[in-house]
Protein backbone atom coordinates (compact mmCIF):
# COMPACT_ATOMS: atom_id res chain seq x y z
CA UNK A 1 0.00 0.00 0.00
CA UNK A 2 2.80 2.71 0.58
CA UNK A 3 4.90 1.90 -2.49
CA UNK A 4 1.62 2.78 -4.54
CA UNK A 5 0.64 5.29 -2.60
CA UNK A 6 4.23 6.39 -2.98
CA UNK A 7 3.80 6.12 -6.66
CA UNK A 8 0.42 8.20 -7.19
CA UNK A 9 2.52 10.91 -4.94
CA UNK A 10 5.27 11.09 -7.36
CA UNK A 11 2.84 11.83 -10.63
CA UNK A 12 1.23 14.83 -8.73
CA UNK A 13 1.91 18.42 -10.57
CA UNK A 14 1.54 21.99 -9.20
CA UNK A 15 1.09 22.59 -13.39
CA UNK A 16 -0.63 20.09 -14.56
CA UNK A 17 -4.43 19.36 -12.98
CA UNK A 18 -4.95 15.36 -12.20
CA UNK A 19 -6.71 13.85 -14.90
CA UNK A 20 -5.29 16.46 -18.10
CA UNK A 21 -5.28 14.34 -21.17
CA UNK A 22 -2.34 13.93 -23.47
CA UNK A 23 -3.86 16.20 -25.89
CA UNK A 24 -3.66 19.16 -23.94
CA UNK A 25 0.72 19.17 -24.46
CA UNK A 26 2.25 22.03 -25.29
CA UNK A 27 3.85 23.11 -28.21
CA UNK A 28 6.95 24.45 -28.81
CA UNK A 29 7.49 28.34 -29.63
CA UNK A 30 9.31 28.79 -33.15
CA UNK A 31 11.92 30.72 -32.82
CA UNK A 32 11.79 32.41 -29.52
CA UNK A 33 15.21 33.96 -29.02
CA UNK A 34 13.69 36.39 -31.55
CA UNK A 35 11.01 36.87 -28.86
CA UNK A 36 14.19 37.21 -26.12
CA UNK A 37 11.96 34.89 -24.05
CA UNK A 38 15.18 33.70 -22.51
CA UNK A 39 15.69 37.29 -20.64
CA UNK A 40 12.17 36.93 -19.23
CA UNK A 41 13.03 33.62 -17.83
CA UNK A 42 15.98 35.16 -16.11
CA UNK A 43 13.63 37.64 -14.37
CA UNK A 44 11.08 34.68 -13.21
CA UNK A 45 13.94 32.68 -12.11
CA UNK A 46 14.77 32.74 -8.37
CA UNK A 47 17.98 30.58 -8.91
CA UNK A 48 20.21 29.25 -11.83
CA UNK A 49 18.89 25.78 -10.99
CA UNK A 50 15.71 26.80 -12.02
CA UNK A 51 16.27 28.76 -15.38
CA UNK A 52 15.91 25.76 -17.70
CA UNK A 53 12.66 24.28 -16.96
CA UNK A 54 11.04 27.90 -16.46
CA UNK A 55 12.72 28.62 -20.25
CA UNK A 56 10.76 25.51 -20.94
CA UNK A 57 7.41 26.99 -19.71
CA UNK A 58 7.52 29.98 -21.43
CA UNK A 59 8.77 28.69 -24.49
CA UNK A 60 5.96 26.08 -25.11
CA UNK A 61 2.26 27.62 -25.46
CA UNK A 62 -0.90 25.65 -23.59
CA UNK A 63 -3.82 25.68 -25.68
CA UNK A 64 -5.83 23.43 -22.45
CA UNK A 65 -8.29 26.10 -21.21
CA UNK A 66 -8.73 24.16 -17.49
CA UNK A 67 -4.79 23.64 -17.16
CA UNK A 68 -4.58 27.19 -17.49
CA UNK A 69 -6.82 28.34 -15.00
CA UNK A 70 -5.37 25.81 -12.87
CA UNK A 71 -2.32 27.98 -12.95
CA UNK A 72 -3.71 30.93 -12.74
CA UNK A 73 -5.47 30.63 -9.70
CA UNK A 74 -1.62 29.38 -8.21
CA UNK A 75 -0.43 32.94 -9.55
CA UNK A 76 -3.30 34.29 -7.75
CA UNK A 77 -3.08 33.04 -4.33
CA UNK A 78 0.60 33.97 -4.29
CA UNK A 79 -0.20 37.50 -5.16
CA UNK A 80 -2.78 37.51 -3.00
CA UNK A 81 -0.91 35.92 -0.03
CA UNK A 82 2.58 37.30 0.13
CA UNK A 83 3.60 35.66 3.35
CA UNK A 84 2.48 32.40 2.17
CA UNK A 85 4.56 33.27 -0.80
CA UNK A 86 7.64 34.04 1.11
CA UNK A 87 7.13 31.02 2.66
CA UNK A 88 7.31 28.79 -0.20
CA UNK A 89 10.38 30.82 -1.37
CA UNK A 90 12.19 29.98 1.60
CA UNK A 91 11.50 26.29 0.77
CA UNK A 92 13.51 26.29 -2.04
CA UNK A 93 16.95 26.57 -0.90
CA UNK A 94 15.93 23.17 1.42
CA UNK A 95 14.74 21.43 -1.92
CA UNK A 96 17.86 22.31 -3.88
CA UNK A 97 19.62 20.83 -1.25
CA UNK A 98 17.75 17.86 -1.29
CA UNK A 99 18.54 17.78 -5.13
CA UNK A 100 22.66 18.50 -4.61
CA UNK A 101 22.01 15.66 -2.08
CA UNK A 102 20.72 13.05 -4.73
CA UNK A 103 23.35 14.15 -7.05
CA UNK A 104 26.04 13.29 -4.16
CA UNK A 105 24.34 9.98 -3.25
CA UNK A 106 25.50 8.56 -7.32
CA UNK A 107 28.59 9.76 -6.81
CA UNK A 108 29.73 7.52 -3.85
CA UNK A 109 31.52 4.66 -4.28
CA UNK A 110 31.83 3.61 -0.71
CA UNK A 111 29.13 1.82 1.55
CA UNK A 112 30.11 4.80 4.43
CA UNK A 113 29.37 7.47 2.09
CA UNK A 114 26.27 5.81 0.67
CA UNK A 115 25.10 5.32 3.85
CA UNK A 116 25.80 8.94 4.77
CA UNK A 117 24.29 10.40 2.18
CA UNK A 118 20.91 8.51 2.23
CA UNK A 119 20.71 9.36 5.72
CA UNK A 120 21.06 13.11 4.42
CA UNK A 121 18.45 12.68 1.97
CA UNK A 122 16.00 11.49 5.02
CA UNK A 123 16.82 14.45 7.01
CA UNK A 124 16.32 16.86 4.34
CA UNK A 125 13.32 15.20 3.16
CA UNK A 126 11.76 15.42 6.50
CA UNK A 127 12.98 19.03 6.64
CA UNK A 128 11.30 19.45 3.42
CA UNK A 129 7.93 17.95 4.07
CA UNK A 130 7.43 19.69 7.58
CA UNK A 131 8.64 22.90 6.65
CA UNK A 132 5.69 22.80 3.45
CA UNK A 133 3.19 21.09 5.58
CA UNK A 134 3.61 23.97 8.43
CA UNK A 135 3.24 26.30 5.74
CA UNK A 136 0.41 24.81 3.84
CA UNK A 137 -1.36 24.12 7.05
CA UNK A 138 -1.14 28.05 8.07
CA UNK A 139 -2.51 29.14 5.11
CA UNK A 140 -4.89 26.20 4.42
CA UNK A 141 -8.23 28.26 4.96
CA UNK A 142 -7.21 31.54 2.95
CA UNK A 143 -6.09 28.94 -0.03
CA UNK A 144 -8.35 28.91 -3.03
CA UNK A 145 -6.26 27.23 -5.75
CA UNK A 146 -6.57 23.95 -6.28
CA UNK A 147 -3.20 23.31 -7.17
CA UNK A 148 -2.15 24.14 -3.59
CA UNK A 149 -4.88 22.54 -1.83
CA UNK A 150 -4.00 19.21 -3.52
CA UNK A 151 -0.23 19.65 -2.12
CA UNK A 152 -1.35 20.23 1.34
CA UNK A 153 -3.26 17.18 0.95
CA UNK A 154 -0.37 15.24 -0.75
CA UNK A 155 1.60 16.27 1.87
CA UNK A 156 -0.69 15.56 4.72
CA UNK A 157 -0.77 12.00 3.58
CA UNK A 158 3.25 11.72 3.44
CA UNK A 159 3.16 13.14 7.19
CA UNK A 160 0.42 10.91 8.33
CA UNK A 161 2.09 7.73 7.32
CA UNK A 162 3.64 6.05 10.73
CA UNK A 163 6.94 5.38 8.57
CA UNK A 164 7.62 9.52 8.08
CA UNK A 165 6.91 9.39 12.33
CA UNK A 166 9.19 6.53 12.63
CA UNK A 167 11.75 8.20 10.63
CA UNK A 168 11.83 11.56 12.34
CA UNK A 169 12.28 9.98 15.21
CA UNK A 170 14.96 7.69 14.64
CA UNK A 171 17.23 9.88 12.32
CA UNK A 172 18.73 11.85 15.09
CA UNK A 173 19.69 9.21 16.94
CA UNK A 174 21.14 7.80 14.20
CA UNK A 175 22.57 10.48 13.46
CA UNK A 176 23.75 10.92 16.89
CA UNK A 177 25.32 7.96 17.47
CA UNK A 178 27.80 8.88 14.11
CA UNK A 179 28.41 12.43 15.27
CA UNK A 180 29.76 10.76 18.40
CA UNK A 181 32.80 8.92 16.43
CA UNK A 182 35.22 12.17 16.10
CA UNK A 183 38.96 10.12 16.02
CA UNK A 184 40.72 7.68 15.60
CA UNK A 185 43.68 5.97 17.94
CA UNK A 186 46.23 4.30 16.00
CA UNK A 187 49.32 2.19 18.05
CA UNK A 188 52.54 2.65 16.18
CA UNK A 189 55.17 -0.11 16.57
CA UNK A 190 59.06 1.41 16.56
CA UNK A 191 62.75 -0.14 15.46
CA UNK A 192 65.25 0.25 18.20
CA UNK A 193 66.59 3.38 15.93
CA UNK A 194 62.98 4.99 17.01
CA UNK A 195 61.36 4.60 13.11
CA UNK A 196 58.22 2.83 12.63
CA UNK A 197 57.91 -0.46 11.24
CA UNK A 198 53.89 -1.44 12.54
CA UNK A 199 50.78 0.59 13.14
CA UNK A 200 47.34 -0.58 14.15
CA UNK A 201 43.86 1.05 14.67
CA UNK A 202 43.43 0.45 18.30
CA UNK A 203 39.97 2.69 18.95
CA UNK A 204 37.75 4.74 17.64
CA UNK A 205 36.76 7.80 20.16
CA UNK A 206 34.30 10.35 21.30
CA UNK A 207 36.69 12.90 21.55
CA UNK A 208 38.51 15.10 19.07
CA UNK A 209 42.89 15.31 19.50
CA UNK A 210 44.48 18.54 19.84
CA UNK A 211 47.74 19.72 19.22
CA UNK A 212 50.57 20.63 22.15
CA UNK A 213 49.43 23.96 24.11
CA UNK A 214 53.64 24.39 25.06
CA UNK A 215 56.26 22.38 23.05
CA UNK A 216 57.60 21.63 26.34
CA UNK A 217 55.43 19.33 26.72
CA UNK A 218 57.17 17.06 24.12
CA UNK A 219 58.14 15.11 27.21
CA UNK A 220 54.75 13.89 28.39
CA UNK A 221 51.13 15.48 29.15
CA UNK A 222 49.44 16.63 31.80
CA UNK A 223 46.56 14.11 33.61
CA UNK A 224 43.53 16.96 32.38
CA UNK A 225 45.29 17.70 28.93
CA UNK A 226 44.26 13.65 27.46
CA UNK A 227 43.93 13.63 23.90
CA UNK A 228 46.29 16.45 23.29
CA UNK A 229 49.26 15.83 20.92
CA UNK A 230 53.11 16.52 21.38
CA UNK A 231 53.36 17.52 17.87
CA UNK A 232 51.78 19.83 15.22
CA UNK A 233 48.48 18.55 14.46
CA UNK A 234 48.29 18.33 11.08
CA UNK A 235 45.29 18.79 8.66
CA UNK A 236 43.79 18.13 5.28
CA UNK A 237 43.27 22.06 3.81
CA UNK A 238 39.61 22.88 4.28
CA UNK A 239 36.95 23.15 1.62
CA UNK A 240 36.47 26.30 1.18
CA UNK A 241 34.09 27.38 -1.86
CA UNK A 242 35.40 30.83 -2.59
CA UNK A 243 39.39 30.60 -2.13
CA UNK A 244 41.26 30.12 -5.29
CA UNK A 245 41.44 26.73 -6.76
CA UNK A 246 45.04 25.46 -5.53
CA UNK A 247 43.53 25.54 -1.97
CA UNK A 248 40.78 22.77 -3.52
CA UNK A 249 43.48 21.21 -5.36
CA UNK A 250 45.68 20.80 -2.46
CA UNK A 251 42.66 19.09 -0.19
CA UNK A 252 42.01 16.69 -3.09
CA UNK A 253 45.44 15.88 -3.36
CA UNK A 254 45.87 15.24 0.33
CA UNK A 255 42.67 13.34 0.91
CA UNK A 256 43.55 11.17 -1.94
CA UNK A 257 47.21 10.28 -0.45
CA UNK A 258 44.89 9.29 2.29
CA UNK A 259 42.57 7.03 0.80
CA UNK A 260 45.55 5.47 -1.04
CA UNK A 261 47.10 4.72 2.69
CA UNK A 262 46.53 0.90 3.86
CA UNK A 263 45.99 2.13 7.31
CA UNK A 264 42.92 4.20 6.28
CA UNK A 265 41.70 1.69 4.23
CA UNK A 266 41.74 -0.16 7.45
CA UNK A 267 39.83 1.81 8.87
CA UNK A 268 37.56 2.31 6.47
CA UNK A 269 36.45 -1.40 6.75
CA UNK A 270 36.21 -0.55 10.33
CA UNK A 271 33.87 1.95 9.43
CA UNK A 272 31.79 0.04 7.69
CA UNK A 273 31.43 -2.16 10.52
CA UNK A 274 30.24 0.53 12.20
CA UNK A 275 27.71 2.40 9.56
CA UNK A 276 26.33 -1.08 8.98
CA UNK A 277 23.50 -1.71 11.59
CA UNK A 278 22.73 2.13 10.47
CA UNK A 279 21.99 0.92 7.23
CA UNK A 280 19.74 -2.04 8.37
CA UNK A 281 17.74 0.59 9.75
CA UNK A 282 18.04 2.97 6.79
CA UNK A 283 16.73 0.05 4.96
CA UNK A 284 12.86 0.17 6.48
CA UNK A 285 12.94 3.79 4.41
CA UNK A 286 14.01 2.59 1.36
CA UNK A 287 10.84 2.86 -0.65
CA UNK A 288 11.19 6.56 0.78
CA UNK A 289 11.56 8.50 -2.16
CA UNK A 290 11.89 12.19 -2.32
CA UNK A 291 11.47 12.90 -6.27
CA UNK A 292 8.16 14.75 -5.08
CA UNK A 293 9.83 17.32 -3.66
CA UNK A 294 12.37 17.50 -6.20
CA UNK A 295 10.14 17.49 -9.38
CA UNK A 296 8.82 20.19 -7.28
CA UNK A 297 11.41 22.83 -7.08
CA UNK A 298 10.94 24.35 -10.57
CA UNK A 299 7.04 24.60 -10.39
CA UNK A 300 7.71 26.31 -6.69
CA UNK A 301 9.98 28.99 -8.61
CA UNK A 302 7.74 29.34 -11.85
CA UNK A 303 4.69 30.51 -9.22
CA UNK A 304 6.74 32.27 -7.16
CA UNK A 305 9.25 34.01 -9.69
CA UNK A 306 6.69 34.79 -11.87
CA UNK A 307 4.69 36.32 -9.08
CA UNK A 308 7.86 38.44 -8.14
CA UNK A 309 7.77 39.60 -11.50
CA UNK A 310 4.22 40.64 -11.77
CA UNK A 311 4.69 42.62 -8.25
CA UNK A 312 7.76 44.18 -9.49
CA UNK A 313 5.87 45.74 -12.34
CA UNK A 314 3.53 47.20 -10.95
CA UNK A 315 5.03 48.47 -8.11
CA UNK A 316 7.14 50.40 -10.97
CA UNK A 317 3.73 51.52 -12.49
CA UNK A 318 3.16 49.29 -15.11
CA UNK A 319 -0.04 47.13 -15.24
CA UNK A 320 0.16 43.08 -14.88
CA UNK A 321 -3.46 41.52 -14.96
CA UNK A 322 -4.86 38.26 -15.51
CA UNK A 323 -5.94 37.60 -19.00
CA UNK A 324 -9.59 36.21 -19.70
CA UNK A 325 -8.99 32.99 -21.85
CA UNK A 326 -11.63 33.10 -24.68
CA UNK A 327 -12.65 30.03 -26.65
CA UNK A 328 -9.82 28.90 -29.63
CA UNK A 329 -12.27 28.95 -32.65
CA UNK A 330 -13.00 32.74 -32.23
CA UNK A 331 -9.33 33.50 -32.88
CA UNK A 332 -9.45 36.73 -31.06
CA UNK A 333 -7.18 39.13 -29.11
CA UNK A 334 -8.87 42.07 -26.78
CA UNK A 335 -6.10 43.97 -24.96
CA UNK A 336 -5.81 47.42 -23.99
CA UNK A 337 -2.39 49.01 -22.58
CA UNK A 338 -0.31 46.16 -24.21
CA UNK A 339 3.47 46.93 -23.99
CA UNK A 340 6.66 44.58 -24.56
CA UNK A 341 8.32 42.97 -20.89
CA UNK A 342 11.68 42.71 -22.38
CA UNK A 343 11.68 46.44 -22.75
CA UNK A 344 9.79 47.06 -19.65
CA UNK A 345 12.84 45.01 -17.90
CA UNK A 346 15.48 46.34 -19.70
CA UNK A 347 13.90 49.94 -18.99
CA UNK A 348 13.63 49.12 -14.73
CA UNK A 349 17.47 48.58 -14.30
CA UNK A 350 18.19 51.85 -15.70
CA UNK A 351 15.09 53.65 -13.71
CA UNK A 352 14.76 51.28 -11.16
CA UNK A 353 12.91 53.87 -8.45
CA UNK A 354 11.42 55.86 -10.89
CA UNK A 355 7.69 55.27 -12.46
CA UNK A 356 8.25 53.41 -15.86
CA UNK A 357 4.78 54.51 -17.05
CA UNK A 358 6.74 57.73 -17.67
CA UNK A 359 9.17 56.00 -19.89
CA UNK A 360 6.96 53.02 -21.85
CA UNK A 361 4.39 53.79 -24.23
CA UNK A 362 1.07 50.74 -24.27
CA UNK A 363 -1.18 50.24 -26.89
CA UNK A 364 -4.23 48.39 -27.66
CA UNK A 365 -4.28 45.36 -30.00
CA UNK A 366 -7.00 43.90 -31.34
CA UNK A 367 -7.58 40.44 -33.68
CA UNK A 368 -10.99 39.64 -34.08
CA UNK A 369 -13.41 39.43 -37.40
CA UNK A 370 -12.79 43.01 -38.09
CA UNK A 371 -9.18 42.15 -38.57
CA UNK A 372 -6.73 39.51 -38.07
CA UNK A 373 -3.88 40.49 -40.68
CA UNK A 374 -2.38 43.38 -39.88
CA UNK A 375 0.19 45.44 -42.15
CA UNK A 376 2.66 47.84 -39.59
CA UNK A 377 4.27 50.55 -41.51
CA UNK A 378 5.84 53.38 -40.12
CA UNK A 379 9.46 55.50 -39.81
CA UNK A 380 12.25 53.50 -38.30
CA UNK A 381 12.89 53.03 -34.17
CA UNK A 382 9.24 54.20 -34.41
CA UNK A 383 8.29 50.85 -32.54
CA UNK A 384 6.95 48.68 -34.70
CA UNK A 385 9.39 45.40 -33.87
CA UNK A 386 8.50 45.98 -30.28
CA UNK A 387 4.57 46.08 -30.92
CA UNK A 388 4.98 43.00 -32.48
CA UNK A 389 7.45 41.49 -29.92
CA UNK A 390 4.68 42.47 -27.63
CA UNK A 391 2.06 40.66 -29.04
CA UNK A 392 4.44 37.14 -28.89
CA UNK A 393 5.15 37.64 -25.47
CA UNK A 394 1.60 38.15 -24.45
CA UNK A 395 0.87 35.12 -25.83
CA UNK A 396 3.81 33.50 -24.34
CA UNK A 397 3.10 34.15 -20.63
CA UNK A 398 -1.22 33.96 -21.17
CA UNK A 399 -0.13 30.30 -22.19
CA UNK A 400 2.19 29.22 -20.03
CA UNK A 401 -0.52 30.85 -17.19
CA UNK A 402 1.35 34.01 -15.99
CA UNK A 403 -0.23 37.07 -15.62
CA UNK A 404 0.59 39.35 -18.93
CA UNK A 405 1.71 42.81 -19.30
CA UNK A 406 -1.39 44.87 -20.09
CA UNK A 407 -3.88 46.55 -18.83
CA UNK A 408 -6.29 44.23 -19.52
CA UNK A 409 -6.48 41.01 -21.89
CA UNK A 410 -9.17 38.85 -23.55
CA UNK A 411 -7.31 36.41 -26.30
CA UNK A 412 -7.66 32.64 -28.03
CA UNK A 413 -5.06 30.36 -27.25
CA UNK A 414 -2.79 29.80 -30.45
CA UNK A 415 -1.72 26.36 -30.95
CA UNK A 416 1.82 27.93 -32.26
CA UNK A 417 3.74 30.66 -32.82
CA UNK A 418 6.09 31.33 -35.87
CA UNK A 419 8.37 34.14 -36.32
CA UNK A 420 10.18 35.22 -39.34
CA UNK A 421 12.95 37.48 -38.45
CA UNK A 422 15.66 38.75 -40.83
CA UNK A 423 19.00 37.11 -41.10
CA UNK A 424 22.15 38.63 -42.13
CA UNK A 425 23.74 36.89 -44.63
CA UNK A 426 26.00 34.42 -44.64
CA UNK A 427 29.13 32.93 -46.71
CA UNK A 428 28.09 29.52 -46.04
CA UNK A 429 24.38 30.75 -47.68
CA UNK A 430 24.10 28.20 -50.59
CA UNK A 431 20.97 30.04 -51.77
CA UNK A 432 21.44 33.54 -50.16
CA UNK A 433 19.59 35.21 -47.87
CA UNK A 434 16.06 35.59 -50.19
CA UNK A 435 15.91 31.57 -50.54
CA UNK A 436 16.80 31.58 -46.67
CA UNK A 437 13.92 33.26 -45.80
CA UNK A 438 11.98 31.52 -48.39
CA UNK A 439 13.09 28.54 -47.34
CA UNK A 440 11.83 29.30 -43.82
CA UNK A 441 8.77 30.83 -44.94
CA UNK A 442 7.85 27.56 -46.52
CA UNK A 443 8.32 25.58 -43.50
CA UNK A 444 5.76 28.20 -41.27
CA UNK A 445 3.52 27.51 -44.00
CA UNK A 446 3.57 23.59 -44.23
CA UNK A 447 2.86 23.73 -40.10
CA UNK A 448 0.86 26.58 -39.28
CA UNK A 449 -3.01 26.53 -38.70
CA UNK A 450 -6.08 28.94 -38.45
CA UNK A 451 -5.02 28.61 -34.68
CA UNK A 452 -1.79 30.14 -35.28
CA UNK A 453 0.16 33.55 -34.99
CA UNK A 454 2.30 34.61 -37.41
CA UNK A 455 4.85 37.28 -36.66
CA UNK A 456 6.54 38.33 -39.88
CA UNK A 457 9.08 41.13 -39.50
CA UNK A 458 10.55 42.67 -42.54
CA UNK A 459 10.38 39.91 -44.62
CA UNK A 460 11.58 39.36 -48.00
CA UNK A 461 13.30 43.02 -47.57
CA UNK A 462 16.18 41.30 -49.29
CA UNK A 463 14.91 41.08 -52.54
CA UNK A 464 13.75 44.55 -54.70
CA UNK A 465 11.26 46.54 -53.72
CA UNK A 466 9.10 45.44 -56.48
CA UNK A 467 9.94 41.85 -55.74
CA UNK A 468 8.99 42.37 -52.57
CA UNK A 469 5.44 43.47 -52.85
CA UNK A 470 4.31 40.72 -55.16
CA UNK A 471 5.85 38.25 -53.02
CA UNK A 472 4.39 39.84 -49.67
CA UNK A 473 1.17 40.19 -51.06
CA UNK A 474 0.46 36.59 -51.94
CA UNK A 475 2.17 35.40 -48.32
CA UNK A 476 -0.65 37.87 -46.97
CA UNK A 477 -3.18 36.33 -49.56
CA UNK A 478 -2.34 32.50 -48.49
CA UNK A 479 -2.67 33.74 -44.77
CA UNK A 480 -6.35 34.96 -45.19
CA UNK A 481 -7.04 32.03 -46.76
CA UNK A 482 -5.29 30.24 -43.85
CA UNK A 483 -7.37 32.27 -41.79
CA UNK A 484 -4.22 32.49 -39.06
CA UNK A 485 -3.58 35.75 -36.95
CA UNK A 486 -0.40 37.91 -38.55
CA UNK A 487 1.14 40.84 -37.80
CA UNK A 488 3.51 41.77 -41.34
CA UNK A 489 6.01 44.46 -40.28
CA UNK A 490 7.17 46.14 -43.51
CA UNK A 491 8.41 49.53 -45.28
CA UNK A 492 5.72 48.87 -47.89
CA UNK A 493 3.60 51.39 -47.81
CA UNK A 494 1.73 50.15 -51.40
CA UNK A 495 1.44 47.00 -49.69
CA UNK A 496 -0.92 48.51 -46.77
CA UNK A 497 -2.74 50.52 -49.23
CA UNK A 498 -3.67 47.65 -50.56
CA UNK A 499 -5.57 45.80 -48.20
CA UNK A 500 -8.75 45.86 -49.69
CA UNK A 501 -7.84 44.85 -52.93
CA UNK A 502 -6.21 41.23 -51.04
CA UNK A 503 -9.61 41.02 -49.16
CA UNK A 504 -11.22 40.92 -52.59
CA UNK A 505 -8.73 38.49 -54.11
CA UNK A 506 -9.16 35.33 -52.16
CA UNK A 507 -11.72 34.32 -49.68
CA UNK A 508 -11.34 33.80 -45.85
CA UNK A 509 -12.04 35.23 -42.83
CA UNK A 510 -9.04 36.74 -41.63
CA UNK A 511 -9.31 40.16 -43.00
CA UNK A 512 -6.59 42.44 -43.71
CA UNK A 513 -6.04 45.79 -42.53
CA UNK A 514 -3.02 48.73 -42.28
CA UNK A 515 -1.90 49.59 -38.76
CA UNK A 516 1.08 52.71 -38.83
CA UNK A 517 3.37 53.65 -35.84
CA UNK A 518 2.33 57.06 -35.80
CA UNK A 519 4.48 60.06 -36.10
CA UNK A 520 3.53 63.94 -34.98
CA UNK A 521 5.26 67.53 -35.85
CA UNK A 522 7.51 68.19 -33.18
CA UNK A 523 9.24 71.23 -32.63
CA UNK A 524 12.53 69.54 -34.74
CA UNK A 525 10.30 67.96 -37.15
CA UNK A 526 8.58 64.81 -37.47
CA UNK A 527 9.32 62.52 -34.27
CA UNK A 528 7.56 59.15 -33.15
CA UNK A 529 5.01 58.79 -30.80
CA UNK A 530 5.52 54.70 -30.45
CA UNK A 531 1.72 54.59 -30.78
CA UNK A 532 0.21 51.74 -33.20
CA UNK A 533 -3.25 53.22 -34.44
CA UNK A 534 -5.78 51.52 -37.05
CA UNK A 535 -5.18 53.71 -40.07
CA UNK A 536 -4.02 53.54 -43.85
CA UNK A 537 -0.21 53.81 -44.50
CA UNK A 538 1.69 57.44 -44.65
CA UNK A 539 4.38 56.58 -47.23
CA UNK A 540 5.42 59.80 -48.40
CA UNK A 541 5.71 61.75 -44.82
CA UNK A 542 7.72 58.86 -43.14
CA UNK A 543 10.04 59.15 -46.75
CA UNK A 544 10.41 62.99 -45.93
CA UNK A 545 10.98 62.30 -42.51
CA UNK A 546 13.43 60.10 -43.23
CA UNK A 547 15.32 62.67 -45.63
CA UNK A 548 14.83 65.18 -43.52
CA UNK A 549 17.16 63.19 -40.48
CA UNK A 550 19.35 62.26 -42.82
CA UNK A 551 20.27 65.89 -44.69
CA UNK A 552 18.75 64.85 -48.28
CA UNK A 553 15.36 66.09 -48.04
CA UNK A 554 14.76 68.51 -50.81
CA UNK A 555 15.20 71.60 -49.58
CA UNK A 556 18.60 70.39 -47.04
CA UNK A 557 19.84 69.76 -50.68
CA UNK A 558 18.59 72.44 -52.24
CA UNK A 559 20.63 74.59 -49.92
CA UNK A 560 24.01 72.89 -50.42
CA UNK A 561 23.72 73.45 -53.96
CA UNK A 562 22.71 77.37 -53.37
CA UNK A 563 26.04 77.17 -50.71
CA UNK A 564 28.01 75.69 -53.37
CA UNK A 565 27.19 77.79 -56.27
CA UNK A 566 28.32 80.95 -53.68
CA UNK A 567 31.60 79.56 -53.09
CA UNK A 568 31.94 79.57 -57.02
Same mark, same amino acid.
Given at each position: ? %?????????? !????????????????????????????????????????????????????????????? @??????????????????????????????????????? #????????????????????????????????????? /?? /?????????????????????? @??????????????? #????????????????????????????????????? $????????????? +???????????????????????????? &????????????????????????????????? =???????????????????????????????????????????????????????????????????? !?? &????????????????????? @???????? *????????????????? $?????????? =????????????? *??????????????????????? @???? %??????? *?? &?????????? %???? !????????????????? +????????????????????????????????????????????????? !??????? /??? +???? $?
Amino acid at each position: M %AQANQSRISE !FSLLWPQGVPDAAAPTDVSASDDLRIQVIAEAIAPHVDDLRPILGLLSSLLTDRETLHYRQ @AAVEDCLRLPEFTEGLRATLPLIRGLRHTVRDIRARRNQ #VTLVLSRMSELENYIECVSALDALLQRFRRQLEARAW /LD /LSDEIQLAVSRPEFQEMAEELP @ALRANIREIVSVTIG #VNLSPDLKPIAATLLSLNKRRFRGPRFFRRLWGAAED $DEGRGISTLREAP +AAQRFRNGSVLAERRETLGRLEANVLFS &DLGKVLDDVIRPIARALERYTHVNSALLRALQS =EIAFYVGGARLIETMRAQGLPMCKPELLPAGERRLEARGVYNLDLALRLSRQHRDEDLGAHIVSNDAR !FD &DAGRIHILTGPNRGGKTTWLG @AIGLLHAL *AQSGLFVPAASAALSPV $DAIYLHFPVE =EKPNMESGRLGEE *AGRLRQIFQSATRHSLLLLNESL @ASTS %ATESYFL *AR &DILCCVRMLG %ARAI !FVTHLHELASDCDAMNQ +AVSGDSLVTSLISQIVDGENGMRPTYRVLAAPPRGQSYAREIARQYGIS !FEQLRAL /LGQ +ADQA $D
